[in-house]
């Protein structure tokens, strides 16, 4: 009963943890895939543990690759002990989560507990559950292009394509329930190998039809992305199938491979694009930190950078940050702050200037920066040693041959991006099946020796706790939605956006300083907003605190930093008492982004604030330095000089 159980909820995983999206949280897509991903994840291993305790005997496989992530993930746990902002380390970047350290942990979980728990039928039918969930995906993706995306019927009650801003425009580059073309390109060219594999290797007429089309439509869709690295990464893995495949297997399938290959060549006519149409590429994890006052124009010129030119700018600071830090780097997913503090000036000369980073847009060097050497070795290692398994498997097994290409397909993608949630469920999906595919696998038994009227209790007991670890996830799924909708309170009622903050900070299971800023910054606002002097005062008392609180458990991450100065910007304004903290933390945010033009304009507006005209005059010169078509800096440095003349 209970190897059922997990088996089916390894294949609820499988298939749901792609489609999911919702727009209860601040992101769509990230955001709840990896709660569900946390929640399956605790299911699976107490549903394991009760299952030892039942056998009376731990069952631990004896398998180079599952001691080699574990390697890794002890590398990610003690360079978080040396992380600059072991928040961000812990918990991953609040709109991604994947990367954290809990994230690590897993899918440590998930690849290790699918090793344990299925055998070649289970794993065979969840490689087909996958190929199901992506077929699925594809289906809800590729009507976008056409102008009528399932997502915007779902978000807004209308079939339409028009409900997403311009820049993620889905007629141009799908996404479908990914979140972004890149992610979904990724995703689908690790499932596109297996596809076809069933259709090579399923008899019956029905499977054969559904494969087909499946293939079809997953090769469709990446081509709909319009993704560089999707492309490229989907014609790596097909040659590279296709030569391991062989001569022999390729005559024989030829009356299915040889249609497939005309439709292939069709849509690719019909529907694809060339490298050199894609001028601009929109990046997953580029995102505008919040302004002081968000200017309508920021420049005085709009033109788009070319992203390859970004990438290898980002990709720069990828490798300074690794300079700084060689060893255990600036710890798991601190390069949001690190690249910050190691930021090189071409990129103020980009369309991008104005963005944050935080991710590498190359899931090696982000390893690097974020982990060190150490960190980038265990990753590669793992990497080598997973590809190698697999090839020695592939001789005599054609699942083996579609993992190999689809993880060669998959590392190409990541290399000019980075993993997502359901490409990292994905991934050690097909890596734990290489390991059940060899079905000589060692295990490790340990008896526990417990009695029978033991054993009922102690599940019992596993059971609470994992109802207890449960309510963490919860909590944090909770917190979440408490913060969208403070979000969209915002401007309606200080007060119920000030509450909905009370009770996402109330939910989180740790204090979250990315939540405390937002709701310092908030609360100052409504200190400014009300008359009454009395509730003025203990609005701005609390909200003091809760900056000093968000600085002191984050004290190098740059976007906490800019939201406790717009909260000391405001307190200033309104009270004389915070005009120090104010100047204090205008100081901060040069040592957290000293190439970065908004930190110098931020500063300017705190000093105009404070009446302190020439470090306004100094801190906007800096900016122009740095960034000289900025339109907004000259025209508050020609204002300010104004005003000193008069």
Request: proline letters at 4%; aromatic letters at 12%; hydrophobic letters at 50%.
């Amino acid at each position: 009963m209970l190897n059922k159980t997990i088996f089916i909820v390894f294949t609820i995983l499988a298939v749901a943890t792609p489609l999911i999206f919702s727009n209860f949280n601040t992101e769509l897509y990230e955001v709840p895939k990896m709660h569900f991903v946390y929640l399956i994840a605790v299911v699976i291993f107490f549903l394991t543990i009760a299952k030892f305790i039942l056998l009376g005997k731990i069952i631990i496989p004896k398998n180079p690759l599952l001691i080699i992530f574990a390697a890794f993930v002890l590398v990610q746990l003690v360079s978080t002990f040396f992380s600059i902002d072991k928040f961000t380390s812990i918990f991953g970047f609040p709109s991604r989560l994947n990367g954290g350290l809990i994230s690590q942990f897993t899918y440590l979980i998930i690849f290790a507990s699918a090793a344990v728990n299925l055998n070649f039928e289970k794993a065979k039918k969840i490689l087909i559950a996958t190929v199901i969930s992506a077929f699925a995906v594809s289906l809800w993706g590729i009507p976008a292009h056409f102008g009528k995306d399932p997502s915007c019927l779902v978000l807004t009650g209308k079939l339409t394509s028009s409900c997403w801003k311009e820049d993620f425009n889905p007629t141009l580059r799908i996404f479908s329930t990914l979140g972004q073309p890149n992610w979904l390109a990724s995703y689908l060219t690790l499932i596109l190998p297996i596809s076809i594999t069933f259709l090579l290797t399923f008899k019956n007429k029905e499977s054969r039809i559904f494969f087909f089309i499946s293939t079809t439509l997953i090769f469709w869709a990446i081509i709909l992305t319009n993704s560089r690295a999707g492309v490229l990464a989907l014609a790596i893995s097909l040659v590279i199938f296709a030569i391991l495949l062989g001569i022999k297997n390729l005559k024989e399938n030829l009356k299915t491979i040889l249609p497939l290959t005309i439709i292939f060549a069709t849509i690719a006519l019909f529907f694809g694009t060339t490298i050199a149409t894609r001028i601009q590429e929109t990046g997953g994890s580029v995102q505008r930190p919040a302004p002081f006052n968000k200017p309508s124009q920021t420049a005085l010129t709009t033109e788009g950078t070319e992203s390859g030119r970004i990438r290898l700018i980002v990709w720069q600071g990828a490798i300074n940050i690794f300079k700084h830090s060689p060893i255990l780097g600036s710890g798991p997913e601190t390069f949001v702050s690190s690249y910050f503090m190691f930021r090189p000036n071409a990129h103020n000369q980009t369309s991008e200037w104005e963005f944050f980073y935080n991710k590498a847009h190359n899931e090696f060097l982000n390893y690097l920066a974020n982990t060190g050497a150490v960190g980038f070795i265990s990753y590669a290692l793992f990497l080598i040693a997973s590809l190698l398994s697999i090839f020695k498997l592939q001789k005599n097994s054609l699942i083996a041959k579609a993992i190999f290409a689809a993880l060669i397909g998959y590392l190409t993608t990541i290399f000019f991006g980075f993993s997502t949630v359901a490409t990292q469920v994905t991934f050690f999906t097909l890596v734990a099946a290489v390991i059940i595919l060899a079905k000589n696998q060692q295990k490790l038994e340990i008896d526990i020796h417990l009695k029978e009227n033991f054993k009922y209790p102690l599940i019992l007991i596993s059971t609470l706790i994992g109802l207890f670890v449960l309510s963490f996830v919860l909590r944090s799924y909770l917190s979440n939605v408490f913060e969208k909708r403070a979000e969209n309170r915002a401007d309606n009622s200080f007060q119920k956006e000030l509450a909905a903050y009370t009770n996402s900070v109330r939910a989180f299971p740790y204090p979250n300083p990315y939540l405390l800023a937002s709701y310092s910054s908030s609360m100052a606002l409504a200190a400014v907003s009300v008359e009454d002097q009395n509730q003025k005062d203990e609005l701005a008392a609390r909200s003091n605190q809760l900056a000093q609180k968000a600085l002191a458990l984050s004290p190098n991450n740059f976007l906490i930093a800019q939201r406790v100065a717009k909260t000391y910007a405001l307190l200033a304004g309104i009270d004389e008492n915070f005009k120090d903290e104010a100047q204090n933390i205008a100081e901060k945010l040069t040592q957290l982004a000293p190439n970065y033009p908004t930190t110098y304009l931020t500063n300017a507006k705190i000093y105009v604030i404070l009446e302190d005209n020439k470090a306004a005059i100094a801190s906007l010169n800096k900016t122009l330095e740095l960034k000289p078509e900025y339109l907004e800096a000259q025209q508050l440095l020609d204002q300010v000089v104004i005003n000193q003349l008069q």
